[in-house]
């Protein structure tokens, strides 16, 4: 079946450092990624969709400077923090699609991150 | 822009009621995909259902929902709830069948009571 992978699945980190994420899809090729953040008490925002043969697209109030994306290939995604702060505090969580729209999205269970 | 609401927060109820979660959808594609997604505690949120086709009840789980693109409409019914249902539903709209993008409501936190 289709399994995605995210790793850690847990981090805490100093305020002002930086912290890489990982998604691997496992029984299909993830054409497009994508990286959500929920935050305390709040629904899934969107980050940033990575699709084959795209660039990435950020959304408003998310920048490639604060998340970059990499996106290698159909079975790998990484995104960092950079300078984690308290607000960037939250689960984060990777939805890999093996096509268009209406193609089920597949969730890791998400990198918990803790920011000191 | 593309939009979904959840009505409701918290929704709670006594186990073997009916349940009915809403979800309207604001989209300017005429073939919209629609999803509910439910999350447990300390878990990744799992597709419950989904839908693109207009006035077609779709089931799953003992849950059906029916898309009406007159109304912009996706809610979540089940005739009786179960206390295992507790969990964090979410209504999530892709607004094309070209689009890669999903975007989630703020989530109703169904809670079922003995």
């Known amino acids: 079946g289709a399994l995605v992978y995210q790793y850690p699945r847990r981090t805490i980190c100093k305020s002002g450092t930086s912290m890489r994420m990982e998604c691997q899809a496992v029984g299909f090729q993830a054409t497009s990624v994508a990286w959500y953040r929920q935050s305390p008490q709040k629904t899934f925002e969107l980050i940033a969709l990575s699709t084959v043969n795209s660039a990435i697209k950020y959304e408003q109030n998310f920048t490639q400077e604060k998340f970059p994306i990499s996106h290698p290939n159909l079975s790998f995604s990484s995104m960092t923090v950079l300078n984690a702060y308290l607000e960037d505090r939250g689960l984060y969580l990777c939805?890999?699609?093996?096509?268009?729209?209406?193609?089920?999205?597949?969730f890791g269970p998400g990198t918990r991150l803790l920011v000191l | 822009g593309d939009s979904v609401t959840q009505t409701e927060g918290l929704v709670t109820l006594t186990e073997g009621l009916p349940v009915m979660l809403n979800c309207t959808y604001q989209?300017?594609?005429?073939?919209?995909?629609l999803f509910w997604y439910v999350q447990h505690l300390n878990e990744s949120p799992r597709l419950l259902l989904k839908?693109?086709?207009?006035?077609k009840r779709t089931e799953h789980q003992g849950f059906h929902a029916t898309l009406h693109k007159s109304s912009s409409s996706f809610h979540l019914q089940k005739s009786s709830a179960q206390l295992s249902d507790s969990a964090l539903y979410y209504c999530a709209l892709s607004p094309d069948t070209n689009a890669y993008k999903v975007i989630f409501g703020k989530g109703t936190h169904l809670h079922v009571l003995p």
């Open positions: 989209t300017i594609y005429s073939n919209p995909f």
């Open positions: 939805g890999a699609r093996p096509g268009q729209g209406g193609d089920t999205q597949y």
């Open positions: 839908s693109f086709t207009d006035n």
